[in-house]
């Protein structure tokens, strides 16, 4: 089963945070790749004309956002910016070409992020 999923909240969606889940605002799941990939496609669409900023990682991995749309942390004691995510994935994992399924907390790539969260992720255990 495919599953395409938007999410809202403080982490772009490749960061799959232990409480990832907890930012799902919606998901929609499908039996083939084609449908799945076209509902991703016209969400990918409406987001892009809805939000001035974005970012790609990975495969079917979208962050949208707008500068100034925060919510303040108090566990960070900060103002965090709220990113619109959308993921494409197969059986609630990832898709990659090579078959690899790897999440990025795994191997922390220097992403500054000071929420408590951040340490909760896949291998900082």
Known sequence: ???VIEMYGDSEPWWFFEDWEQDIVDCSEFSDFLTAHTHYHALYQKHEREYPMKKEKDYFLAAFWKEGDLLFCEDCDEDLQQYKGLLLLKNGKKITMDGIEIN????????????PRFRQGAGNE
């Open 1 to 3: 089963m495919y599953q």
């Open 104 to 115: 990025e907390t795994t191997y922390y790539s220097g992403k500054t992020k000071c929420c």
